[in-house]
Structure formats: structure tokens, C-alpha cells
């Protein structure tokens, strides 16, 4: 499926190529919550890198989140790279060199009307403020952490690949 997308403001605009367009994942960590001022469907879709085609990547910026370790107290940078419009703002996509061949845009950056899911997993929730109350519904996963099955995994047990 072709997923178009951009910035709030457009002056970067983007396309690319997924085989997984369900927005199922509600992620509740602080890097989304915090980078994408997203409540929940951030980084949730997989597409294929080498697809993409972007107008406007002159306005791109790439954040890579600072992960602290409790246990040890360090510090680490993450080696995932958050791509977002440098004049509004947007979060428009994530990449990680671990894995070249995916691309994970934002749901909230796709302008193309996407499938509703049937279902949704709700990750990271040992990581949500007290404040955020989940909408859990019949059928929904729940996970404190990773959830046990990919995107692409989500999609197949489905029947979804597209």
C-alpha cells in the first residue's frame, strides 16, 4: 500500500511503500509521548526504506533519544534516528541502521486514509504517567513492555499483509 505523509506545516512531504498500514500499536514510553506529543499511535506502521521519497528533506532533522538505564545510571544514545520537520516540528518517521531495510512513519504523519484495526496492543505500559488512562477493549493485548510479536507478525496472524 502507498502511504503518503507529511509535516504539519508541508513543507516536507514523503511516500512510501508498506505492507503492514494497520495502526495498531498504542505505545506509551516517554520518547513517544514526549518527541511526537503522541498519546499513542506513533511509531506503529512499517514500510520499506528503500521506497521512500521525500520532497522538502532540506527541512529534515534527526533526533536519536537519550535511553537511561535505572539499574546502572548510564546514559546511552539510541542508535534509531527520528526523522522530524525542523520548521513545525512533526514527527514523521523513525529509522534504524540495526535494521536498513524498514522504515517506520508515524501514523499521525499519513495523510492516506488508513485501515481501522480490529484490535490494538498497548505497549510500554509500565512507562505511562499516572495521568494517562488507557482505553483498553475487548480483544486489545496489553504488554509492560515489548510486546511478544512483530509488526509484520500482527499483520500475517491477522491475515492483513497487503
Same mark, same amino acid.
Given at each position: 500500500?502507498?502511504? &503518503? ?10 511516500? $512510501?511503500?508498506?505492507? *503492514? !498500514? ?12 514526549? /518527541?511526537?506529543? #503522541?498519546?499513542?499511535? #506513533?511509531?506503529? +506502521? ?15 532533522? $534527526?533526533?536519536? %533519544? ?8 548510564? /546514559?546511552?544514545?539510541? @542508535? %534509531? ?5 525542523? +520548521?513545525?516540528?512533526? %514527527? ?10 524498514? +522504515? *517506520?512513519? *508515524? %501514523? ?6 488508513? !485501515?481501522? !484495526? ?13 495521568? $494517562?488512562?488507557?482505553?483498553?477493549? #475487548?480483544?486489545?493485548? @496489553?504488554?509492560? &513492555? ?5 509488526? #509484520?507478525?500482527? *499483520? &500475517?496472524? +491477522?491475515?492483513?499483509? $497487503?
Amino acid at each position: 500500500m502507498l502511504l &503518503e505523509g507529511s509535516c504539519h506545516c508541508r513543507a516536507v512531504r514523503f511516500s $512510501v511503500e508498506s505492507a *503492514h !498500514p494497520y495502526p495498531f500499536n498504542i505505545c506509551y514510553c516517554s520518547i513517544c509521548r514526549k /518527541t511526537a506529543g #503522541a498519546g499513542g499511535f #506513533a511509531i506503529n +506502521l512499517s514500510a520499506g526504506f528503500h521506497s521512500l521519497q521525500v520532497t522538502g528533506g532540506e527541512n529534515l532533522r $534527526v533526533y536519536r %533519544a537519550k535511553m537511561h538505564d535505572p539499574q546502572t545510571g548510564e /546514559t546511552n544514545q539510541s @542508535q %534509531a534516528e527520528r526523522n522530524f520537520c525542523s +520548521l513545525c516540528g512533526s %514527527a514523521l518517521w523513525l529509522w534504524d541502521p540495526r535494521w536498513p531495510d524498514l +522504515l *517506520h512513519p *508515524h %501514523a499521525s504523519a499519513i495523510d492516506t486514509e488508513l !485501515p481501522v !484495526p480490529p484490535e490494538h496492543t498497548h505497549l510500554m505500559l509500565d512507562y505511562k504517567p499516572g495521568w $494517562v488512562e488507557p482505553c483498553i477493549r #475487548a480483544g486489545d493485548r @496489553q504488554f509492560g &513492555e515489548y510486546p511478544d510479536e512483530s509488526i #509484520a507478525d500482527w *499483520h &500475517e496472524r +491477522l491475515g492483513f499483509t $497487503v
